[in-house]
């Protein structure tokens, strides 16, 4: 066969197949292969029915003898084993020089290490993030791609070409760093997906559960609430979730099971957000939130035992769910600031030099976070590339010092009313404990020396300096190593 696809896709489920069709919708030639050749067929005579420029081959060593070079070959794979497995039936098949895309969600150290052994065979090595499901895919994705920098030129037409445009009219797509760094930021995209959703579903259920709203009229707030500095993709999509009824005329969501699922990416970011030792409590909390959902047997024997406090709410509706706004709008912006220390984080330990505002306007658009607000977040980084943290960026103080009376009194609410709001309250927590001058770690650090020895620092002593005392009068002079796990 004479080669001449610009690039070749593995792996036609949902995201391959969109993909494959935006790249051909942009002008290119791609070849396209499945593990079940069967799929690889329907796909052909189905949605790609007609397009001459979309080349299928049934026998791995076909299709990567279809591409131009250097080959572009693209894994839309399930992540984990059968990504390595490709990659391993691939290397025979490909020449130095060659790349390889994995643009499933996958773990970004196992891009760091595919990236590294590919280097060594003379193979280029993309991990991307693609995000945007279905939708995004077909008409454009948030791509977030990283690794081998040297692919970067022989990819970024197509990428930038088929990716979402901000409502600037940017590619939602640029070179995100080396190793894992583009996972990686799809990692915390994902986590953050996790905390807005999270926030979604707790103003959903303080309002409807404490305060009486209903379903119907909820749709009519988020409504109007999307079209205010809330504007996002969530928002939009909850507003019509709302909207939606059931055979028998009631709201749909009345009837899905309070059983919330996930597929690891909120957990990975967890994980890594305790090893690298940042407190990114509110996608945590929305991890733990769902798997709180999941004892719904437990939940219902429990209910019997604890009623929820039987006070009514009582106050101005209306003014109520303005303060609910306010709040989410608060609790959003811990959320992203968080995300942002944990990407710095993940940055200075790898070594990785990445640009924040770029990485914000590549969820600006075409994924699930895109938001109004992403704006405002590229533009706090461009005002000040060296922003420590987004809540001292002027724009974000302000709004958050704005915020803060009403959020606390929905905090207060939903105690007083019995109603959960893990999300809001920790990242009121937070924010109240990134704002303080003093924290009683001391007391921590007293009990720690008390015990084991552990020493601490003085306030009238340069840090680093570690002291010791024998609270009792029984302990030794001895004290445990000062270093932090
Ligand atoms: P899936 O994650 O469902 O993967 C389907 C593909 O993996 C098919 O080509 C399937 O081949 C292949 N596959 C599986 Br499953 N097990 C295999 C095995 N043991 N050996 C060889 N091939 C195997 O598809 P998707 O939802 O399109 O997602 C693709 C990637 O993109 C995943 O990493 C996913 O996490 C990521 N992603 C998904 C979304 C989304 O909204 N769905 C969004 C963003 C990223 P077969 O047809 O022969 O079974």
């Known amino acids: 066969m004479k080669a001449k696809s610009d690039i070749g ?60 070079q250097p080959r572009r070959v693209m894994l839309m794979v399930k992540a984990g084993h059968v990504v390595d497995n490709f990659i391993s039936m691939l290397v025979p098949l490909l020449d130095p020089g060659d790349i ?30 693609v995000s945007g499901g279905e939708e995004g895919a077909r008409h454009g994705p948030s791509i977030m791609p990283g690794g081998n ?21 940017e590619p939602c797509c640029d070179w995100i760093g080396p190793d ?7 990692m915390i995209h994902n986590g953050i997906e996790y905390g807005d959703m999270q926030l979604i579903a ?21 409504e109007r609430w999307n079209s205010g500095e809330l504007e996002s993709f969530l928002i939009e999509i909850t ?21 919330a699922g996930q597929k690891g990416t909120g957990k990975w970011t967890g994980i890594d957000a305790l090893e690298l030792g940042v407190p990114v409590t509110l996608i945590v909390e929305a991890v733990f939130s769902r798997a709180l959902s999941s004892y719904k047997s437990e939940r219902q024997e429990a209910s019997r035992h604890f009623s929820a406090p039987n006070i009514p709410f009582s106050g101005s509706r209306n003014a109520f769910v303005e303060k609910v706004r306010t709040a989410l709008y608060a609790a959003k912006i811990v959320s992203y600031a968080q995300g942002f220390m944990q990407i710095s984080a993940a940055a200075h330990q790898n070594d990785w030099k990445l640009d924040y505002g770029s990485i914000a306007r590549m969820w600006r658009a075409g994924c699930i976070i895109r938001s109004r607000f992403l704006g405002e977040i590229t533009r706090a980084f461009e005002d000040n590339p060296k922003l420590k943290n987004l809540l001292l960026a002027p724009f974000f103080a302000d709004a958050v010092r704005k915020a803060a009376p009403a959020w606390r009194e929905v905090v207060i609410e939903a105690v007083r009313l019995g109603i959960p709001v893990p999300a809001l309250s920790s990242a009121l927590a937070f924010f109240d404990g990134y704002r303080s001058e003093t924290l009683p770690a001391n007391i921590v650090q007293a009990q720690r020396d008390y015990f084991g020895a552990h020493t601490y620092e003085r306030t009238d002593h340069p840090r680093g300096e570690f002291f010791h005392t024998d609270w009792t009068g029984t302990g030794g002079d001895v004290s445990a190593g000062s270093y932090n796990a």
């Open 9 to 68: 896709l593995l792996g036609l489920a949902v995201m391959g197949q969109n993909l494959v069709l935006n790249m051909n919708d942009h002008g290119y030639t791609v070849s396209v292969f499945n593990r079940t050749p069967a799929k690889t067929r329907a796909f052909k005579s189905g949605p790609a029915a007609g397009r001459d420029s979309v080349i299928a081959a049934y026998d791995l060593e076909e299709f990567v003898q279809s591409l131009k």
């Open 100 to 129: 390889i895309i994995d643009g499933g969600n996958s773990h970004f150290p196992d891009t760091t290490r595919r990236t590294h052994d590919l280097a060594q065979k003379g193979l280029l090595y993309i991990g991307t993030g």
């Open 149 to 169: 920098k040297k692919a970067w030129p022989a990819v970024r037409d197509i990428f930038r070409s088929i990716a979402a445009k901000t409502p600037n009219g």
């Open 180 to 186: 894992g760094a583009g996972h990686y930021v799809k």
């Open 202 to 222: 707790e103003t959903y259920h303080l309002l409807h559960a404490g305060c009486g709203v209903s379903t119907e009229e909820l749709g009519a707030v988020f």
């Open 239 to 259: 507003a019509e979730i709302l909207t939606v009824k059931d055979t028998d005329g009631t709201p749909l969501v009345e009837h899905i099971l309070d059983a």
